[in-house]
Every structure is written in C-alpha cells, then in structure tokens.
C-alpha cells in the first residue's frame, strides 16, 4: 500500500468558525449538528468560513462470494443495477443531479462482463471475490491493486477539484465480508450482528458456522489499542485479504486517499461502513474527514455506527444501497453551509444579542 499522510483538523479555522456560527441570529446551539457538521469543514478545508462545496459520487461495484454456495444469481442482479447506472435511470443519479454532482461508477469486481456499458469505468481486478470457506477472498496482488485503484481515484476526484464525496457499491452478497470486517475490528461478537430468523439455523448456529471458516485465518485481533501503526495496518490488510473484497479495498484506499486531499468522505450502508472501520483503523484522523448519512436497521450498521460515535441524520427506512444514503446525506452538508453563509449575524443583522444565557459573551463583537 502507498503511503500517505493524512493531517488534523486546521484548529484556528473551526474556532473562528464557531464564533460565526455563535453568533448567527439564532437561539445559540439550536441548529445542532447542522453547526457541527459546518464547524468540521471549516478544520477539513482550513478555511473558516466554507462555501459552494463541489460535490461528487463514488460508487464501486464487485459481488461476493462467486465459488460459494449461495451464488444463485451469478451477477445477474448487479448487472441489471449497474445497467441503469449506465442508463442514467437511477434514484442516486437523481438526487446528485439536483447537487450537481457528477456520479463515478467503476467494475471492480462483477461476475458479469459489463464492457458494453460504456459509461461504467471497466477497471474489472477478478470477476468477483471469493467465498472465504474456500480460501481468503481476494489475493495479496487483488487487494494491493484494489487499494491503488481507490488511492488513484481519489487523486483524480481531488484534481477535479471535488471537496466532499458521497460512496456508496453495487454488488451481490456482501453481507457476509461485512459483517466479518466489522466485528473483527470492533471486537464484537458475530451473534450480535447476525439477524433472527424464523426458520433455518439459529444465530449461534450460524456464528459458529463463520468462525469454522475464518478462525483458520488468523484474522482476530485481541487488542487493537496495544498494536502499533505497522501492525495495525498489517492487521487489517490481512483482514481485507481474507475477507474484505475487492469493493470493500477499492473504497478503503480511495477513502485514506481522500482524507489525504482534505477531502470529506459521506458513508451509508455496511459495505461503505466497512471500508470505513478499515480506514480508521489504518490511520485515527480519517474520522474526522468521515460523515454518516442514512440509518438503516441492520446490525451491521447500528455496529459500526456505534465504535465510530456517529449518528445518522437521514431516518427514511432506506430499502436500496447504491449510493442513495449517502448522496442524500450531501444535501445535509449542503445545507450547513447556506446556514453558515446564508444567515445573518447578530451585528449584521443589527439585532441586540444575548444578555444573558449560554450567548452571553459568545454573542458580541464584528464577526466575519
């Protein structure tokens, strides 16, 4: 993997920021994480008061599992999604019209040939990972190519001048790959993440069942806290080996890329989530350049969520990935900033601030 150096937050910027947001006519800390999430770009662009943001959307495409025992489909499925991509008919498409943000779908890994789509980026590694009960679901040359791919598409995103991009993937079972990255890194137990079911096994049946195929590999970490940054990144490069695949790469080297560019990064469903446990764990600060979008009631989700100390904004019951989430979460950041630019201060709009309260003394003075 290529090295990178991603730097905090610019402080100086948030704080004169902050002042700004304080003083805006308004209750003090009334719009909440709408201030919050304007105060973090101020740090991620270093300039305190941002505005205009280039949007854009990322999505990586790859199935699952393709020499397991659930391929029924054989990419059927995520062809005919890709396919509207293709045809500009989709849902994302609409939404990032309306944020005039241009959408980048790219093949890193369908079962499905799909190079008679010719506005789908074809940069295909392997038609598909594999099914870990077979063997690990990517190779070590997979899962360096992938990481590079994602690291370039970031420098490309970042030449174009793009500050803040929605990610999002196509795909056919990934669940699986998810949810074994997600509780490897966050230390929970897999009987937590799976769901109940009426009929089949039970959930420990079925947690027992994973562990007979990846327990073998080596994957578990007991402490993550107590290994350095080598091998914390060896750590999770081994994971994305054995059971990350090749959407999963691709948007973690695209994502540390990124947070290298002083770029923000909106993430929705599990598969994105996972990339972003990656990440993080590779190198703290891309925390901070991360935002969450949709919440959706799946496990996995709530899980990663959860060892990240977000909180998702968008409540609508979601029932399609593909980037939707996360596009709709760009219209949050968008409005953060007409908040921060379009309002108002207290001195501008030549209103008597706070006299008493939690303004008092937050609330006074020429404000930029």
């Given at each position: 993997?290529?090295?990178?150096?991603?730097?905090?937050l610019?402080?100086p910027?948030?704080?004169?920021?902050?002042?700004?947001?304080?003083?805006?006519t308004?209750?003090?800390?009334?719009l909440a994480t709408?201030?919050?999430?304007?105060?973090?770009?101020a740090g991620i662009?270093a300039?305190?008061?941002?505005n205009?943001l280039r949007?854009?959307?990322?999505?990586?495409a790859?199935?699952h599992l393709?020499?397991?025992?659930q391929?029924n489909q054989?990419?059927?499925?995520s062809?005919?999604a890709?396919?509207?991509?293709?045809?500009?008919?989709?849902a994302?498409?609409?939404a990032a019209f309306?944020?005039n943000?241009?959408?980048h779908?790219?093949n890193?890994?369908?079962?499905?040939?799909t190079?008679?789509?010719?506005y789908i980026d074809?940069?295909v590694?392997?038609?598909?990972?594999?099914f870990?009960?077979?063997e690990?679901?990517?190779?070590?040359?997979?899962?360096?190519?992938?990481?590079?791919l994602?690291?370039?598409?970031?420098?490309?995103l970042?030449?174009?001048?793009l500050?803040?991009?929605a990610?999002?993937n196509?795909?056919?079972?990934?669940?699986?790959?998810s949810?074994v990255?997600?509780?490897t890194?966050t230390?929970c137990?897999?009987?937590d993440?799976?769901v109940h079911?009426?009929?089949?096994?039970t959930?420990?049946q079925?947690?027992?069942?994973?562990?007979s195929f990846?327990?073998?590999?080596?994957?578990?970490?007991?402490?993550w806290?107590a290994?350095?940054?080598?091998e914390r990144?060896?750590?999770?490069?081994?994971?994305?080996?054995?059971?990350?695949?090749?959407?999963?790469?691709?948007?973690t080297?695209?994502?540390?890329?990124?947070?290298?560019?002083?770029m923000?990064i909106v993430?929705?469903?599990?598969?994105t989530?996972?990339?972003?446990l990656?990440?993080?764990?590779i190198e703290?600060?891309?925390?901070?350049?991360v935002?969450?979008?949709?919440?959706?009631?799946?496990p996995?989700?709530?899980?990663?969520?959860?060892?990240?100390?977000?909180?998702?904004c968008?409540h609508?019951?979601l029932q399609?990935?593909e980037a939707?989430?996360?596009?709709?979460?760009?219209?949050?950041?968008?409005?953060?900033?007409h908040?921060?630019?379009?309002?108002?201060t207290f001195?501008e709009?030549?209103?008597?601030?706070a006299?008493?309260g939690a303004g008092k003394g937050?609330q006074a003075?020429k404000?930029?």
């Open positions: 993997m290529r090295t990178f150096n991603i730097e905090p610019h402080a910027s948030m704080e004169e920021c902050r002042l700004r947001i304080d003083n805006l308004k209750p003090i800390y009334s709408l201030e919050l999430i304007a105060e973090r770009f662009l300039n305190p008061k941002p205009h949007h854009g959307v990322l999505i990586a790859a199935d393709v020499d397991g025992p391929n054989h990419g059927s499925e062809y005919a890709i396919k509207h991509f293709n045809e500009g008919r989709t994302t498409q609409g309306k944020l943000a241009d959408v779908v790219v890193v890994g369908l079962e499905q040939d190079s008679d789509l010719e074809q940069q590694i392997r038609k598909g990972s594999h870990f009960g077979v690990p679901v990517i190779s070590q040359d997979e899962l360096e190519r992938a990481l590079e994602g690291f370039t598409y970031a420098d490309t970042h030449a174009d001048g500050q803040v991009v990610i999002g196509i795909g056919e079972r990934a669940f699986l790959d949810l990255t997600t509780a890194i230390g137990a897999y009987d993440i799976l079911t009426e009929c089949g096994p959930v420990e079925r947690s027992a069942h994973i562990h990846v327990d073998r590999f080596n994957i578990a970490v007991d402490d806290s290994l350095s940054e080598s990144r060896d750590a999770v490069l081994h994971l994305l080996h054995i059971a990350g695949g090749l959407d999963i790469a691709f948007l080297g695209f994502i540390l890329g990124a947070a290298s560019h002083r923000a993430f929705d469903n599990a598969v989530g996972a990339a972003v990656a990440a993080v764990t703290p600060l891309v925390k901070d350049y935002f969450p979008s949709a919440a959706y009631e799946e996995i989700h709530k899980e990663q969520c959860r060892f990240l100390g977000v909180k998702p968008l609508y019951h399609i990935d939707l989430g996360s596009t709709m979460g760009l219209s949050i950041i968008d409005a953060s900033m908040m921060l630019n379009d309002m108002k001195i709009a030549e209103v008597s601030v006299e008493d937050r003075g404000i930029n």
